[in-house]
């Protein structure tokens, strides 16, 4: 491995923390009223994962299945999410997010970009350029390592 790729592997391992955490952090304050922060982590998954399983969602969260499918029932009768058997194995049931959960989340990432936003704005332009610039060959890497690692 190179000097330079080992170098910016550490730099991305002080900086992205940093940064995730300000994201998960205003996602938190953003999200809609009521609903507590596995129940909103759960709609984030589910919403990434389109018809995850309750073990899913469950190993995600680290909590037991039956915890998860306490949270799971609170969010279906708010109309958040949905259960439906998979037509392949009438065993499993696959969540799917609903509009309105799509709705809940939707508002919580529009004020966290707000909020990343107002970050953001003391950064020159042409650093900001580079930001963007350099989200393409990141967004590329981390694709194909999720798509390899689900091979």
Request: some cysteine; hydrophobic content about 40%; overall charge positive.
């Amino acid at each position: 491995m190179s000097q330079g790729v080992e170098e910016c592997a550490r730099e991305l391992l002080e900086v992205v923390p940093l940064v995730s955490r300000f994201i998960r952090s205003e996602m938190r304050r953003h999200r809609a009223p009521g609903l507590s922060v596995p129940q909103f982590r759960t709609l984030a998954f589910t919403d990434r994962t389109g018809g995850t399983s309750l073990g899913g969602v469950a190993e995600h969260l680290g909590l037991t299945p039956p915890s998860t499918c306490r949270i799971v029932d609170v969010l279906e009768s708010r109309a958040l999410i949905t259960r439906e058997q998979s037509p392949e194995d009438r065993r499993k049931v696959k969540l799917k997010i609903t509009p309105g959960g799509r709705r809940a989340l939707a508002d919580a990432r529009r004020e966290t970009a707000r909020s990343l936003a107002g970050i953001l704005s003391s950064v020159g332009r042409e650093e900001l350029e580079r930001i963007m610039r350099a989200m393409a060959p990141l967004r590329a890497a981390f694709i194909g390592e999720r798509v390899n690692a689900n091979s």
